[in-house]
C-alpha cells in the first residue's frame, strides 16, 4: 500500500542540512510509515473466503428419510403402548418426523423390554444428540449403535452422515460408499449421491478472482501540510512542504484461493494462497519522493495443519508475504499463525488468534522503510448468522511493532465490525460491510517529529453488488474505500483517502 505523506517532505534551507535532515527523516519518519491498508484488505478478503466455506460446509439440507408419518393426528397424541410391535415404530416416526420432545419417553419404555435392541437405542440417542447440537456425543452412540448391528442400512447411513457434518469426509465417503453399494430405495440412492457431490466439491479448489477499474483520491497518503518557520519581508526563507495528495484512476485485482485436503478423521492439510493489487496511471513526477510509483502487489501463501469437526477449527498456518512497489520487491514477511474458533448454539462462533511475523526489506525497499521489523498480533473475534442470508461479525486485535529503536516501535489497539446480508429477489442483491477504528501510540518520544506520535485510524469498506447479474460469467460489485488518519504529528502522518471503483468477480 502506499506509505503516509511522511515520506518525504521539502524543505528550504542550505544543501547539507537538508541532505542531513532528509537522512534522519528516512529512518526516523519512513520506519512510522502505516502497513496497516494491506492487512485491513486481507482480513476482508479472508472473510469472504471463510463465510463462501461455511456456505459450502453445509451440504444437502432436510431429513435422509421422507417422513413416514406422525405421532400426532388431528391435533392429538396418538397413544403408544409399552409393547415392542408398537414403541420400535413410534421411535422411526419420532426421528423421521422431528418430534424430538417424544423420543426419551419413548426411549425409557423401550429399555425395559426383553429383547428391545441396543442398537436402535443407540443410534436414536446418537440422533437425539446430534439434534441437540452435541457431535461428540452423537458420533460415540453411533458408532456404538454401528459396533451393536453393522448390517443396519438406517445406521450406516447415518453414521456416515454424522461423520460428513462433522468434516471427517475421508470416512463419511466411505461410509457412503457402501450404503451404495447395499443397495437402497431410489430416493435413498438419490440423497446419498447429494452427499457424495457434496464432499467432491469440498475436495476441490475454491476461491475468486476480481478484476476492476476505478479512482484514488489520495493514492500517496499525502497530508498536504505546509509551514513556514522564518519569514522576512514576506518571504519564507525556511519552509517545510509536505507532499500534496495525487489523484489517479487505477486498475486492481483480488485472488483467493482455498483447498484442503483431508488426512484421515478430523485432521486436514490446507493451502490458502492470496493476493491482490493495484496500478495506478499516474506517476509521483516531483522527483523528491523514495516512491515514484505507487501501485502495488501484495502476495500471501499460507499453508499448514488444520482440525476441523462439526464445531471447532483450529489451524497452525505458517506463511510467507511478499511485497512489491515502486518497480521492485520492497519486502518478504515470514510468519505463523495460529487460529481457533469455536461455534455456540446455532448461529454464534467465536474465535481467537495470534500472529507473528519477521519483515525482511530488501535494499531498495529499506530507503523507504528504514529498517526491519517484528509485528505480533492477538485477536478476538464473534460471527452470528441471525438468518442464512444475514452475517454478522466483530473483533479486536491488539498489535505491537517491534524496531531497533523505541521511537519507531508501536502498540495499536484494533475495533472492526461488519455485516454481510443478501436481500430477497431474484436479483440476489447483497451489501457486504466492514468498519475499522485503531488506536496507535508509539513507544518514546523522537526529537525529530518533537512529539511521541499517537494516531487514530477509521477504515471503511463498502461492497454493493447483485450475484444473479452476470458480465461474461463475472458479478458485478460497486466497492468503496475510505480511510482517515488523526495523528498528533497531523503534518506528518495525517491524511484521507477514498477509493471508488467496480469490480467484476468470479467465485469457483
Not at 164 to 185: I, K, S, T
Not at 341 to 359: E, H, I, N
Not at 389 to 394: A, E, G, K
Not at 399 to 417: C, H
Request: hydrophobic residues 40%.
Amino acid at each position: 500500500m502506499p506509505h503516509g505523506g511522511a515520506d518525504f517532505m521539502e524543505l528550504s534551507m542550505p544543501q547539507g542540512l537538508l541532505a542531513l535532515c532528509l537522512s534522519l527523516m528516512l529512518v526516523l519518519i519512513s520506519g512510522h510509515a502505516p502497513v496497516w491498508a494491506d492487512e485491513d484488505d486481507t482480513r476482508y478478503l479472508l472473510q469472504e473466503q471463510t463465510r463462501r466455506a461455511a456456505e459450502r460446509a453445509a451440504g444437502p439440507q432436510g431429513e435422509l428419510f421422507a417422513p413416514p408419518g406422525s405421532l400426532v393426528v388431528d391435533g392429538r397424541v396418538q397413544a403408544v403402548q409399552s409393547r415392542q410391535e408398537e414403541l420400535e415404530p413410534a421411535i422411526y416416526i419420532a426421528i423421521n418426523s422431528g418430534q424430538w420432545e417424544r423420543l426419551p419417553e419413548f426411549l425409557s419404555r423401550y429399555r425395559l423390554l426383553h429383547g428391545h435392541r441396543p442398537a436402535l437405542v443407540a443410534m436414536a440417542e446418537a440422533l437425539l444428540a446430534r439434534h441437540q447440537g452435541d457431535y461428540a456425543a452423537a458420533l460415540r452412540r453411533m458408532q456404538a449403535a454401528h459396533a451393536a448391528d453393522p448390517a443396519d442400512a438406517r445406521i450406516n447411513l447415518e453414521l456416515a452422515r454424522l461423520r460428513f457434518e462433522d468434516n471427517q469426509d475421508g470416512a463419511a465417503g466411505e461410509g457412503f460408499a457402501r450404503a451404495m453399494a447395499a443397495g437402497l430405495p431410489g430416493q435413498v440412492q438419490a440423497m446419498v449421491r447429494q452427499y457424495q457431490q457434496a464432499l467432491a466439491e469440498r475436495a476441490r479448489w475454491h476461491g475468486s478472482l476480481a478484476l476492476g477499474w476505478g479512482y484514488n483520491n489520495n493514492i500517496n497518503q499525502g497530508s498536504g501540510d505546509y509551514a513556514c518557520f522564518l519569514e522576512l519581508g514576506g518571504m519564507c526563507f525556511f519552509e517545510r512542504r509536505m507532499p500534496q495528495p495525487i489523484h489517479s484512476s487505477l486498475l486492481n485485482y483480488e485472488l483467493a484461493l482455498q483447498r484442503r485436503w483431508n488426512l484421515g478423521g478430523n485432521h486436514n492439510l490446507q493451502l490458502r494462497p492470496v493476493s491482490y493489487g493495484s496500478h495506478y496511471s499516474r506517476k509521483d513526477g516531483t522527483g523528491s519522493s523514495p516512491i515514484s510509483d505507487h501501485g502495488s502487489r501484495t502476495s500471501i501463501l499460507y499453508g499448514g495443519y488444520q482440525w476441523l469437526d462439526a464445531r471447532t477449527t483450529a489451524s497452525v498456518t505458517p506463511y510467507l508475504e511478499h511485497f512489491h512497489r515502486n518497480g521492485h520487491t520492497e519486502y518478504v514477511a515470514r510468519g505463523m499463525q495460529l487460529e481457533w474458533q469455536r461455534m455456540v448454539g446455532s448461529g454464534l462462533r467465536l474465535g481467537t488468534s495470534l500472529d507473528a511475523k519477521r519483515y525482511a526489506h530488501t535494499g531498495r525497499g529499506l530507503l523507504v522503510s528504514g529498517s526491519d521489523y517484528s509485528q505480533y498480533q492477538w485477536g478476538v473475534s464473534a460471527v452470528y448468522v441471525p438468518q442464512p442470508n444475514t452475517v454478522l461479525n466483530v473483533g479486536a486485535d491488539v498489535t505491537r511493532k517491534k524496531y531497533a529503536v523505541p521511537q519507531a516501535s508501536s502498540r495499536d489497539w484494533a475495533f472492526r465490525g461488519g455485516i454481510y446480508h443478501q436481500f430477497a429477489g431474484t436479483a440476489g442483491l447483497f451489501v457486504n460491510v466492514m468498519g475499522v477504528f485503531r488506536f496507535g501510540r508509539n513507544d518514546a518520544y523522537d526529537g525529530f517529529l518533537g512529539a511521541q506520535r499517537r494516531d487514530r485510524q477509521q477504515v471503511y469498506i463498502l461492497g454493493i453488488g447483485a450475484n444473479a447479474w452476470k458480465l461474461a460469467g463475472m458479478t458485478p460489485e460497486l466497492r468503496l474505500r475510505h480511510s482517515a488518519n488523526r495523528s498528533n504529528v497531523s503534518w506528518a502522518y495525517g491524511f484521507r483517502q477514498t477509493e471508488l471503483g467496480v469490480m467484476l468477480r468470479r467465485n469457483f
